[in-house]
């Protein structure tokens, strides 16, 4: 493991029933008492957050209000007011960009923070939450719970442990005996459906999915099994994005149905690399990475197949992301059973952020430096001003 | 001194398996590197294999006994929080091994009606 993921400190923190406690801010005497905000009864209003108190009856967000009075009678129902709440959730984010300025809002009342490179300035992870949490109370009177481990993920299980206005601090390197005792629809992304699939199989806890066999996963679930056993582990390698690394874009994408159906592979390839080229060119003119590319191939009879594939890190340079499209077009050309009508391919998970070479990748980091001239020459002269690869064998018209 | 305690909400899902259990600080601790403060409730997982680096409780068999230590490269134990490492003359063993630690804070009072 590397030391920056070693030293990697995540907190994944959540503001405590956020609207109920603004209105508690806003009038003292709700405090102590069952209280929701919501839509009243005789409008068929809704929950739309309850306190500790409410919950205690069996009161949860989304539950009817009616329900939530007849569950409750000394229920007490606020409307509450949106614009109050964004202003207390500005003042909460305010403070907390004072101690790192790479946090990720994830909502309202919740955010991922990463604390690398602040230890000198507020001391270890632990110390920086409990200061923030204790600064958040002072200030604003709003209850802060804190999950701190090495990533996202662990943090976000921990910070629910911790529910409410508690802090979970979960060891480096004991992630994997955290998750091993908990129930699997602990971990984010497994829902009913799969909870029910993985019971089949007896796998109850996540200790269990963690030492089940990847190809087993793999079959059952599809690439998603994989992932979950890695996560399963306490594994996660997201990093925590702040708003100017995310992309307004979610993704990239070009395809062409051909003015007539074709199998020839030279023609097929050399379209998908033209359209590769198109939305890398994009890319970069946009600062933008992707992390994923997807290829989709249709067949004359309009069945459609696709295929993807991630890079380890998001990039924006056409050879490295032309590798994998092209072994992902003969993968699925292998069972072709008919002429071609479309081919395409799609560039997702973009985030701000420009390509870097790593310390061994000269040959890489030259290329790099002919896509930023090609880029400039395709600007000025057209887009058909250079061709490369397999883009050679194309007619004008394809 | 630790003691054993119960918990629950979502953190008791944690000690429903026979292998872990929480342990919460009583008393006032010294101050070290591992920030330990009293009510700190730990997380332990016991019966797993113990690596340097790793936070352990240790015990001789009997609740008062059981303190906290860290395991040192040449897997020596190392009282922390002021705590004592186990003593030679004793045949201590390791209860299990600190996987996380949960602090929890009491709601501020003066807002209660």
């Given at each position: 493991m590397s030391s920056e993921k070693a030293s990697r400190s995540v907190l994944h923190v959540d503001l405590d029933a956020f609207f109920v406690s603004v209105e508690r801010v806003l009038d003292p005497r709700?405090?102590?008492?069952?209280?929701v905000v919501g839509g009243p009864v005789e409008g068929r209003g809704v929950v739309a957050a309850a306190s500790y108190e409410a919950r205690q009856f069996g009161v949860h967000s989304a539950m009817p209000m009616g329900q939530a009075m007849r569950l409750c009678p000394d229920l007490i129902r606020v409307s509450g007011t949106r614009g109050v709440y964004a202003r207390a959730s500005k003042a909460v984010f305010d403070l907390l960009g004072s101690y790192t300025p790479i946090v990720e809002k994830v909502s309202v009342d919740e955010a991922?923070?990463?604390?690398?490179?602040?230890?000198?300035?507020?001391?270890?992870?632990?110390?920086?939450?409990?200061h923030m949490r204790k600064e958040v109370k002072e200030r604003l009177r709003l209850d802060l719970t804190v999950g701190v481990s090495r990533n996202r993920l662990v943090s976000k299980v921990a910070s629910g442990f911790a529910k409410p206005h508690g802090l979970f601090d979960v060891r480096p390197g004991q992630e994997p005996r955290f998750f091993a005792p908990l129930p699997v629809k602990v971990l984010p992304g497994i829902g009913p459906v799969t909870q029910k699939r993985l019971r089949d199989f007896h796998i109850d806890q996540l200790g269990t999915l963690a030492t089940t066999d990847g190809w087993f996963l793999e079959d059952?679930?599809?690439?998603?099994?994989r992932s979950m056993r890695r996560r399963a582990k306490g594994e996660d390698e997201t990093p925590v994005r702040p708003p100017w690394e995310k992309s307004t874009r979610k993704s990239l994408s070009q395809e062409r149905t051909f003015a007539e159906d074709t199998d020839d592979l030279q023609v097929l390839r050399g379209r998908l690399q033209r359209m590769l080229e198109k939305c890398c060119s994009e890319l970069r003119s946009k600062g933008l990475l992707a992390r994923t590319m997807s290829i989709k191939v249709r067949y004359a009879d309009f069945t459609t197949e696709t295929r993807d594939a991630t890079l380890p890190r998001p990039s924006d340079h056409d050879l490295e992301w032309w590798e994998l499209a092209s072994s992902l077009l003969e993968r699925v050309l292998k069972k072709r059973r008919t002429l071609v009508r479309l081919v395409g391919v799609r560039f997702s998970g973009l985030e701000r952020g420009f390509w870097q070479g790593g310390l061994f990748e000269e040959e890489r980091v030259v290329q790099r430096g002919r896509l930023a001239v090609m880029d400039r020459m395709r600007e000025k002269y057209g887009e058909k001003s250079v061709r490369t690869g397999d883009r050679l064998w194309l007619r004008n018209s394809q | 001194m630790l003691e054993e305690v119960e918990m629950d909400g979502k953190a008791g899902q944690f000690s429903g398996n026979k292998n872990t259990?929480?342990?919460?600080?009583?008393?006032?601790?010294?101050?070290?590197?591992?920030?330990?403060?009293?009510?700190?409730?730990?997380?332990?997982?016991?019966?797993?294999?113990?690596?340097?680096?790793?936070?352990?409780?240790w015990w001789t068999g009997v609740e008062r006994t059981m303190?906290?230590?860290?395991?040192?490269?040449?897997f020596s134990f190392k009282g922390v929080g002021g705590f004592l490492g186990p003593p030679e003359r004793l045949s201590a063993e390791v209860r299990g091994v600190v996987v996380g630690r949960l602090r929890q804070f009491e709601p501020d009072k003066s807002q209660e009606a």
């Open positions: 709700l405090c102590g008492r069952p209280v991922y923070l990463d604390l690398r490179g602040t230890e000198h300035l507020f001391g270890r992870a632990l110390d920086a939450a409990d059952v679930f599809g690439r998603y099994g | 259990f929480f342990l919460a600080l009583r008393g006032a601790p010294a101050e070290d590197e591992e920030q330990l403060r009293e009510g700190d409730v730990f997380a332990i997982t016991e019966g797993v294999d113990v690596e340097a680096g790793d936070l352990v409780v303190a906290l230590a860290r395991v040192q490269d040449d």
